[in-house]
């Protein structure tokens, strides 16, 4: 996936609770997981996890300094176990399951594979922009793209919260950082602080901007007419359950990778440690 106000509440309530549409636990036939199976790959979620232990191991590195010797302490091999492809998949899956009941997981792939959603990924599969994202962005000073265009895959951003679902896996992932770097430096490291508001929407709002450049890069071969019509059926019931579901899916698979490590790496610990602090998808 590519990315309501934010309002006074805090938005780190717990990625434990309900998401967007609260459904019913329960058992699903093979065709159900292979709705779940369509969702995931139109969804590229391989190319999202596959980066995360990295990403992990860098937020790591910016807590504990160089107190910690990530290899010699044999942390970069645990987290590339924890946080290997197979494990985090079967975990975004499982997840999915928990948020879900046959019906609604093939209306969301029916609507993934059948509508102007799967229009937009078959030409964008097919499609490698002439430059990278960075020299498009050097060009855009000079050559601004029409206001009407902006407007579109601005809301695109918007109907996709391309913006929350980014910063969702970043403090996930920050989070469990902490965890593990009070571990390593037996609580010397900062404890993980969650982000005020104010700074949690100056993210937000900068996410958005990066989401719309990067889209004005990447679907320069989709006629406005479909990105309008992509835009409406993300806007549906379905699509926002996709939207929510999956972004919640890929925080909790980071999550439970994280807690595999502490749990690996900290010998002394007696009991569970505590459910994410990490919130439901933030919104811009």
Do not use: C
């Amino acid at each position: 996936m590519t990315l309501d106000p934010l309002g006074p509440r805090r938005w780190v309530v717990g990625l434990w609770l309900a998401p967007l549409f609260t459904i019913p636990v329960g058992a699903l036939a093979q065709d159900e997981l292979a709705a779940i199976e369509l969702i995931l790959e139109y969804s590229l979620v391989d190319n999202v996890l596959e980066g995360q232990a990295t990403a992990f191991l860098v937020a790591l590195e910016q807590v504990v300094g160089s107190e910690v010797d990530l290899e010699s302490a044999g942390v970069e091999r645990v987290v590339g176990e924890e946080f290997a492809l197979d494990r985090m998949r079967k975990d975004v899956v499982d997840l999915l399951r928990e948020s879900s009941v046959p019906v609604v997981l093939e209306e969301v792939s029916e609507l993934l594979s059948t509508s102007s959603i799967a229009q937009v990924s078959d030409l964008l599969a097919d499609y490698e922009p002439p430059e990278t994202l960075e020299a498009f962005v050097q060009t855009l000073q000079a050559k601004p793209p029409p206001r009407e265009r902006v407007a579109l895959l601005a809301g695109l951003a918007e109907a996709q919260q391309a913006a929350g679902f980014y910063l969702l896996l970043d403090e996930t992932t920050r989070e469990g950082a902490h965890e593990l770097a009070a571990v390593l430096t037996e609580d010397r490291s900062p404890p993980y602080d969650a982000l005020e508001d104010s700074v949690a929407e100056e993210q937000l709002e900068r996410g958005h901007q990066f989401a719309v450049v990067s889209f004005l890069h990447r679907y320069r071969p989709v006629e406005d007419t479909l990105i309008a019509s992509a835009t409406s059926d993300y806007r549906t019931r379905q699509g926002q359950w996709y939207v929510e579901n999956y972004s919640l899916a890929l925080a909790g698979s980071i999550r439970r990778a994280a807690l595999r490590v502490v749990e690996r790496l900290d010998v002394g610990v007696s009991e569970p440690l505590r459910p994410s602090t990490v919130a439901t998808l933030p919104h811009h």
